[in-house]
Nanobody, 117 residues
Protein backbone atom coordinates (compact mmCIF):
# COMPACT_ATOMS: atom_id res chain seq x y z
CA UNK A 1 0.00 0.00 0.00
CA UNK A 2 1.36 3.36 -1.02
CA UNK A 3 1.32 6.12 1.56
CA UNK A 4 2.51 9.71 1.46
CA UNK A 5 2.31 11.42 4.83
CA UNK A 6 2.92 15.15 5.09
CA UNK A 7 3.84 16.93 8.28
CA UNK A 8 5.23 20.25 9.43
CA UNK A 9 2.40 22.59 8.58
CA UNK A 10 1.06 25.13 11.00
CA UNK A 11 0.52 28.78 11.79
CA UNK A 12 3.39 31.18 11.21
CA UNK A 13 3.81 34.94 11.09
CA UNK A 14 4.79 36.75 7.90
CA UNK A 15 8.52 36.50 7.38
CA UNK A 16 8.72 33.25 9.29
CA UNK A 17 9.80 29.80 8.20
CA UNK A 18 8.43 26.29 8.15
CA UNK A 19 9.77 22.98 6.92
CA UNK A 20 7.35 20.47 5.48
CA UNK A 21 8.15 16.79 5.29
CA UNK A 22 6.58 14.05 3.20
CA UNK A 23 7.50 10.52 4.14
CA UNK A 24 6.59 7.80 1.69
CA UNK A 25 6.13 4.08 1.88
CA UNK A 26 5.22 1.43 -0.65
CA UNK A 27 7.12 2.99 -3.55
CA UNK A 28 10.68 2.83 -4.84
CA UNK A 29 11.32 6.35 -3.71
CA UNK A 30 14.53 6.86 -5.67
CA UNK A 31 12.64 6.12 -8.90
CA UNK A 32 10.02 8.80 -8.32
CA UNK A 33 9.90 12.46 -9.05
CA UNK A 34 8.63 14.27 -5.97
CA UNK A 35 6.77 17.50 -5.77
CA UNK A 36 4.95 19.94 -3.56
CA UNK A 37 1.71 21.57 -4.66
CA UNK A 38 -0.63 23.91 -2.85
CA UNK A 39 -4.27 24.82 -2.95
CA UNK A 40 -5.75 27.93 -1.43
CA UNK A 41 -9.50 28.15 -0.71
CA UNK A 42 -11.46 28.59 -3.91
CA UNK A 43 -8.40 28.18 -6.11
CA UNK A 44 -6.89 25.39 -8.17
CA UNK A 45 -4.03 23.25 -6.99
CA UNK A 46 -0.77 24.76 -8.18
CA UNK A 47 2.79 23.54 -8.46
CA UNK A 48 5.18 24.84 -5.83
CA UNK A 49 8.34 22.83 -6.42
CA UNK A 50 9.46 19.54 -7.90
CA UNK A 51 12.56 17.42 -7.73
CA UNK A 52 13.41 14.68 -10.21
CA UNK A 53 15.02 11.41 -9.10
CA UNK A 54 18.48 12.68 -9.99
CA UNK A 55 17.94 16.02 -8.30
CA UNK A 56 16.82 18.44 -10.97
CA UNK A 57 14.53 21.02 -9.38
CA UNK A 58 11.80 23.30 -10.61
CA UNK A 59 10.07 26.10 -8.72
CA UNK A 60 7.05 28.28 -9.21
CA UNK A 61 8.12 31.87 -9.82
CA UNK A 62 6.28 32.99 -6.70
CA UNK A 63 8.51 30.91 -4.41
CA UNK A 64 11.89 31.11 -6.14
CA UNK A 65 14.56 32.29 -3.73
CA UNK A 66 12.34 31.59 -0.71
CA UNK A 67 11.53 27.86 -0.84
CA UNK A 68 13.90 24.94 -1.20
CA UNK A 69 12.92 21.39 -2.07
CA UNK A 70 15.19 18.54 -1.08
CA UNK A 71 15.01 14.78 -0.73
CA UNK A 72 16.61 12.11 1.40
CA UNK A 73 16.45 8.85 -0.50
CA UNK A 74 17.63 6.89 2.53
CA UNK A 75 14.61 8.13 4.49
CA UNK A 76 12.14 8.04 1.57
CA UNK A 77 11.32 11.62 2.41
CA UNK A 78 11.03 14.88 0.54
CA UNK A 79 11.20 18.25 2.27
CA UNK A 80 10.10 21.77 1.53
CA UNK A 81 11.94 24.49 3.41
CA UNK A 82 9.82 27.61 3.30
CA UNK A 83 11.40 30.92 4.25
CA UNK A 84 10.18 34.50 4.20
CA UNK A 85 6.61 33.30 4.26
CA UNK A 86 3.93 35.66 3.00
CA UNK A 87 0.17 35.86 3.48
CA UNK A 88 -0.22 34.56 -0.08
CA UNK A 89 1.53 31.31 0.87
CA UNK A 90 -1.45 30.28 2.97
CA UNK A 91 -2.81 27.04 1.54
CA UNK A 92 -3.04 23.32 1.97
CA UNK A 93 0.24 21.84 0.80
CA UNK A 94 0.22 18.46 -0.91
CA UNK A 95 3.03 16.06 -1.62
CA UNK A 96 3.02 14.25 -4.98
CA UNK A 97 5.00 11.28 -6.18
CA UNK A 98 5.16 10.39 -9.85
CA UNK A 99 6.96 7.45 -11.31
CA UNK A 100 9.33 8.18 -14.18
CA UNK A 101 8.92 4.59 -15.38
CA UNK A 102 5.34 3.44 -14.80
CA UNK A 103 3.58 6.80 -14.82
CA UNK A 104 1.88 6.11 -11.49
CA UNK A 105 0.97 9.19 -9.48
CA UNK A 106 0.25 9.36 -5.76
CA UNK A 107 -0.82 12.22 -3.52
CA UNK A 108 -0.59 12.84 0.18
CA UNK A 109 -3.50 14.03 2.29
CA UNK A 110 -2.20 17.57 2.63
CA UNK A 111 -0.99 19.77 5.45
CA UNK A 112 -2.30 23.24 6.24
CA UNK A 113 0.04 26.21 6.21
CA UNK A 114 -1.39 29.48 7.49
CA UNK A 115 0.55 32.72 7.39
CA UNK A 116 -1.06 35.26 9.65
CA UNK A 117 -0.11 38.05 12.00
Amino acid sequence: QVQLVESGGGLVQPGGSLRLSCTTSGIRFNMYGMGWYRQAPGKQRDLVATMAPLGTTNYADSVKGRFIISRDNAKNTVYLQMNSLQFEDTAVYYCKANSFTSGHIYWGQGTQVTVSS
